[in-house]
């Protein structure tokens, strides 16, 4: 990336996903701030006017939904490019590739270098589209009741002491559960588990 500072624009109805994607780039020097907003009409409505660098758009979204909003957005945003971010499979990469202004697609699933590479490409004005996303993994077993609650608390960004404390368990057993959920959803850290768990639905999103 180039030295500019630039602004954001994320948008999608998963506050969880929104959180998550903070956490991602926070440490990124680049990026200066990342708006916010639950619909293409709500980023219009509110950030309208913005000098907007990148909008990273869900296709899934209630009111104005999938590529839908493109357009919406080119009229009010016409400067900015448009990165499709999704947990479809390779019809969704197809499909947003061959709709005009927008420059990437970036699964949700996706990990930190790659995020930020497809943000880098697509604010450089080049394409960022991956061949096909990968196949899913197979797991040869499910999350217990015990770690699933242990996995909800750390998607709110609880720390071990306060997990511990709030199920009555002791912080080594909560470190167990957590290297039980890291192997589970093949990760390796807080912020890439919240982000898996929030494509695969195994927690409620606010």
């Known amino acids: 990336m180039s ?3 630039v602004q954001l624009l994320l948008i999608d109805d998963h506050t969880l996903f929104r959180r998550g994607l903070r956490l991602v780039l ?12 639950d619909t293409v009409m709500d980023a219009v409505r509110h950030h309208r ?20 909003g493109v357009g919406v957005l080119q009229t009010h945003f016409p400067a900015t490019p448009i990165l499709i971010v999704s947990g479809d499979d390779g019809q969704a990469i197809a499909r947003a590739a061959a709709t005009p202004g927008v420059l ?9 270098e790659q995020i930020e ?18 196949p899913p993994r197979q797991r040869r077993h499910a999350l217990t009741p015990r770690q699933l609650e242990v996995l909800s608390h750390l998607c709110q960004g609880s720390s071990n002491k306060v997990i511990a404390h ?3 368990l002791s912080d080594n057993t909560v470190r167990v559960h957590i290297a039980a959920i890291f192997a589970y959803l ?12 929030q ?5 409620r999103q606010s």
């Open 3 to 5: 030295m500019s500072p």
């Open 104 to 112: 990437g697609f970036l699964s949700k699933a996706a990990g930190v």
């Open 186 to 197: 093949d990760v390796t850290t807080r912020t890439a588990a919240v982000l898996r768990a």
């Open 117 to 134: 590479a497809a943000i880098a490409s697509c604010l450089r004005g080049e394409r960022s589209f991956p061949s096909a996303l990968p």
């Open 199 to 203: 494509r695969d639905g195994l927690v």
């Open 49 to 68: 006017g913005r000098p907007i660098d990148l909008i990273l758009l869900d296709i899934h979204m209630p009111g104005l939904n999938g590529l839908d």
């Open 166 to 168: 709030a199920m009555s």
């Open 26 to 37: 926070a440490d990124t020097p680049r990026v200066a701030a990342i708006l916010e907003a």
